[in-house]
């Protein structure tokens, strides 16, 4: 048998030859490191000249031709990467796609009080100031009226200078499915620059206040079952409309610079404009002033980090128009604040936002949700996108995107947080109550370790995830930390127990090793020649002839039992004599005692399993629906099965209960509860759609392993299972018949009962009918219960418990006679009062469980006895 030292050299030398092999045979395509310092200053120059377009253009400098242009209608195009007219971009829908930002936004207006258009919201029609947050919902796809594809494109003449990837293939981010969903993380910090237009007048114009934003955008297309993929879009936000208007950039498309040329109106554009020319005027200075140049773009839309200069890919251009809906002024009414009837709706709305970003403690009774309506376009790739929701598609069917501020969120998240600090509290208390319980080699040996390591698995993962959610935000640091140290403390505790039942089931490991090793032969090993040795000596000191006969050995001495089972004896000094090798005989590998793995050896399995389930996690967030479903379901029965080994255990080992049903049941409730949290509650942290039908499988999976544990406690872990799937295991609760007399098989207390045997303890205990009056009538139901019995064909025989000195009944089956409960639950019940060991004594069931719990001795005789 290899060593595992050897093994685990030779795994480690694969895996760096691998490794190697892999850094060599990686193409290396890229241009050299010398060359980004030029691209730094190339892409530096063409931002400088797209911002100074900016800065010099007016409302109207951008006005492509149209799908429904007349002949007479002179087209105007901007000179910005994407908004040429030599570019080829499917322009002509930009018009209806401006009618429709116009109309999302008159139908999230229309028919409430206050009467003004919808870019001069009443005062009761105000959405909220500050849009941080996030959101979440379903999209449909609309066709453009020119279908656009990548081989279209001439990308070397649109960004010249640029090493764009060759072939003819489909662009990234391209949707191609009929509808989909759409997680959007809106962001706007105190840091967030904001533009007021100056004015005399008390009315000021609606779109003068304007603020920059930034949204993570992640698509999923159900339809057609791709993978998703998140992007990044920068913009600006009208906070008094509700307005928000973003788009992506990137070398072939000058989104944020040519942004306020997108926007509703003239109004927007101008106070869009006086903005991005400041913000980003200041962000250009920075990168100008660098000492070492800078090749990130600070705009991209790639969110894994700033895009490689190196590495460019081409993707589909987003333009996205996301429209807030007014708060209901009923719902933040509610909250009861002291000046809402003197100073109005407005007031009670900033004063509510201030009191969510700088909580001073003032009560809220309900902060209403974040929701908006959402259109995107496509330009390049040529296609709609937009939320589904009313008017269009009924309240059933979907409510646009809906979710909450980044203030509650955070609440959310960090209440989430403490209970499941609060859950891994109650396991830790569960499993120190059951470590006192399980404290002997006799009921450690019980446990399953594979049920064990799999709770230790999964409190090390969430260990991993919450340390790194602790160092990763301030804003859940605290709640994070309470959540770090639970789940060391329980995954230490665990550990420490998994140890210990490692140690202790050891033997049992070799023993198993040592008959696979022997079973894995066929036959067995040939003997290895012995060495030429001289005959033995005669008694005069002169060797014995060639011709004479071998000496014969010496016999094993036979030592006379306490019981007198001289067969039994005789048959243990055998095999003890049968184990130990002839002299010169050598000894083979087959004989060797095999290698066992230390607990230490197999923590780098826990550790390396447990990242490979984390990386695969996070990599599951980005493959299709139905596969990502499947992964998290599947994931989650295994983790539920966390019972199934112990079933098994107790099957091959023939034992009834190793754990508690206090920490059996606790423990099922406390690990069950988080799922509970994400299938069964729509407004989750992470947005996972409920899934009632799957949840109601996990939890009836759970509960019938449940009923099954509790069917091996009360009828006996091998009820109802064929003999031949389980070993051989010792009977502590066998059917007692009077034929087994002479055979041995009827325990030594009652052999007297039946025949004289020398050795007895003490004869049958007769029952005497001599009753009181008080006790006349149970009495007789207790003899007519006798005799039904002895018509049936059993006798009950009294002995007496060496443990306890009470008197135990025993059912004793007639000779000749069937067993009248026929081997049913009746006869299991009736037997679990009474356990008889393999050396023929009998005790309560209760007595002899207790005593084993710390001896694995028979309390009589002190001979071993097989565990429970």
């Given at each position: ?13 694969v ?6 092999f892999?850094?060599?045979a990686?193409?290396d ?21 797209a ?11 951008f006005?492509?031709r149209?799908?429904d242009?007349?002949?007479?209608n ?17 322009w002509e829908?930009?018009g ?8 999302w936004?008159?139908n ?6 206050g ?6 919201p009443?005062p009761s ?7 941080t ?33 060759g072939?003819r ?17 809106l962001?706007?910090y105190?840091?967030t620059a904001?533009?007021?237009e100056e004015s005399?007048?008390k ?6 206040v ?15 079952g ?18 928000i208007?973003?788009?992506?950039t ?7 610079f ?23 005027d ?17 705009w ?14 081409s ?21 009861n ?12 709305l ?38 589904k ?33 609060v859950i ?7 499993l ?53 140290f ?18 202790i089931?050891?033997?049992e ?5 040592r ?25 005069d ?16 001495p ?6 007198q ?11 003890a004599a049968a ?18 793995r230390?607990f230490a ?5 826990f ?6 389930i984390?990386?695969?996690s ?11 479903n ?15 080994p ?14 508690a ?6 423990q ?5 509860a988080?799922?509970a ?13 409920p ?11 759970l ?9 091996q ?14 070993p051989?295991a010792?009977?502590y609760?066998?059917?007692l ?43 007789i139901q207790?003899r ?7 018509k049936k ?7 007496d ?26 006869g299991?019940l ?28 028979c ?9 429970l």
């Open positions: 048998m290899p060593q595992p030292a050897q093994s685990q050299d030779s795994g480690r030398l895996l760096v030859i691998l490794l190697l892999w850094l060599m990686t193409p395509n890229g241009p050299v490191m010398i060359s980004g310092p030029s691209f730094a200053s190339s892409r530096l120059q063409r931002q400088r000249q911002h100074g377009v900016l800065n010099s253009t007016k409302w109207g400098d006005a492509p149209l799908v242009d007349g002949q007479g002179v087209p105007r195009y901007l000179n910005l990467t994407g908004f040429r007219q030599d570019d080829g971009y499917g829908d930009f209806k796609f401006r009618d429709r930002c116009r109309e936004s008159s999230v207006f229309s028919g409430r009080s009467g003004d258009d919808w870019n001069r009443g029609q105000l959405p909220w100031r500050n849009a947050g996030r959101v979440h919902g379903e999209w449909v796809r609309r066709p453009g009226t020119t279908v656009k594809t990548a081989a279209e494109y001439n990308l070397t003449a649109i960004a010249p200078g640029i090493s764009w990837p072939g293939g489909e662009w990234g981010r391209n949707i191609t499915g009929a509808h989909g969903k759409i997680q959007m993380e962001e706007e105190d840091g904001e533009y007021v005399e007048s009315d000021a114009r609606s779109a003068a304007v603020r920059e934003t930034s949204a993570s955008v992640t698509m999923q297309d159900v339809a057609s791709t993978m998703s993929w998140t992007m990044r879009l920068h913009g600006v936000h009208w906070p008094r409309q509700g307005a208007l973003l788009a992506t990137s070398e072939k498309f000058a989104g944020i040519a942004l306020p040329h997108l926007a509703p109106g003239p109004e927007f554009f101008q106070s869009s404009q006086k903005l991005l020319n400041v913000t980003l200041e962000v250009l200075r920075r990168k100008e002033n660098v000492r070492f140049a800078d090749p990130s773009n600070p991209s839309s790639i969110v894994e980090g700033p895009d490689d200069p190196w590495a460019l890919a993707h589909c251009e987003y333009i996205m128009y996301v429209q807030l809906y007014p708060l209901d002024a009923s719902d933040t009414l509610s909250n604040y002291h000046n809402h009837a003197k100073d109005g709706f407005t007031s009670l900033d004063e509510m936002e201030k009191e969510l970003r700088f909580p001073t403690g003032a009560p809220i009774k309900k902060v209403p949700n974040l929701k908006m309506s959402m259109a995107a376009w496509s330009p390049d790739c040529g296609y709609f996108l937009e939320s929701g009313p008017p269009l598609y009924p309240a059933t069917d979907g409510h646009h995107l809906v979710g909450m501020k980044e203030e509650v969120f955070l609440y959310e998240f960090k209440m989430w947080i403490l209970a499941l600090a891994y509290m109650g396991k830790i208390w569960l120190k109550t059951q470590m006192k319980e399980t404290c002997t080699p006799s009921t450690v040996g019980r446990v399953s370790f594979y049920t064990a390591s799999l709770m230790l698995l999964a409190d090390g993962i969430v260990f991993t995830v919450a340390a790194a959610l602790s160092l990763a935000t301030i804003n859940t640091f605290l709640a994070g930390l309470l959540l770090t639970s789940t060391f403390m329980s995954m230490t505790i665990g550990g420490a127990f998994l140890s210990d039942v490692y140690k089931q050891e033997p490991r070799r023993n198993r090793e008959n696979r090793g022997q079973n894995g032969n066929g036959s067995p090993p040939a003997a290895t020649t012995p060495a030429a040795t001289p005959a033995p000596a005669q008694g000191g002169l060797p014995r002839p060639v011709t004479a006969p071998s000496a014969r050995p010496p016999s094993p036979i030592i006379i039992p306490s019981d089972d001289i067969d039994a004896e005789i048959a243990e000094v055998t095999a184990a130990v090798p002839a002299p010169g005989v050598a000894v083979t590998a087959a004989a060797r005692e095999p290698q066992v230390t050896s197999l923590t780098g399995r550790v390396f399993l447990g990242i490979v984390i990386f695969l996070i990599a599951a967030t980005s493959w299709p629906s139905p596969i990502r499947f992964y998290v379901n599947a994931l989650a029965f295994i983790y539920l099965s966390l019972w199934v112990q079933i098994w255990r107790n099957i091959q080992r023939n034992s009834r209960r190793a754990f049903w206090r920490f059996m049941i606790g099922s409730v406390l690990r069950l988080p799922f949290y994400f299938y069964l509650l729509e407004d989750n942290i992470i947005f996972a759609e899934d009632w039908t799957t949840f109601t499988i996990l939890i009836g999976w509960w019938v392993q449940l009923w099954i544990l509790a069917f406690d009360v009828l006996g872990p091998r009820f109802g299972i064929p003999s031949s799937w389980a051989e010792w009977d609760h066998p059917i018949r009077e034929d087994n007399v002479e055979a041995g098989g009827l325990p030594i207390g009652l052999v007297g009962a039946f025949e004289s045997a020398p050795g007895s303890p003490e004869p049958q205990r007769s029952k005497s009918w001599s009753l009181t009056a008080s006790e006349a009538g149970e009495g207790e007519e219960r006798d005799k039904e019995r002895e064909g059993t006798h009950i025989k009294s002995i418990c060496a443990i306890c000195r009470e008197v135990l009944e025993v059912p004793v089956v007639k000779a000749g006679a069937a067993d009248p409960t026929g081997g049913g639950v009746a299991v009736a037997r679990r009062a009474y356990m008889v060991t393999p050396c023929r004594h009998v005790f309560h069931t209760k007595c002899l469980e207790g005593w084993l719990r710390f001896r694995l001795q309390p009589i005789c002190r001979e071993e006895l097989p565990p």
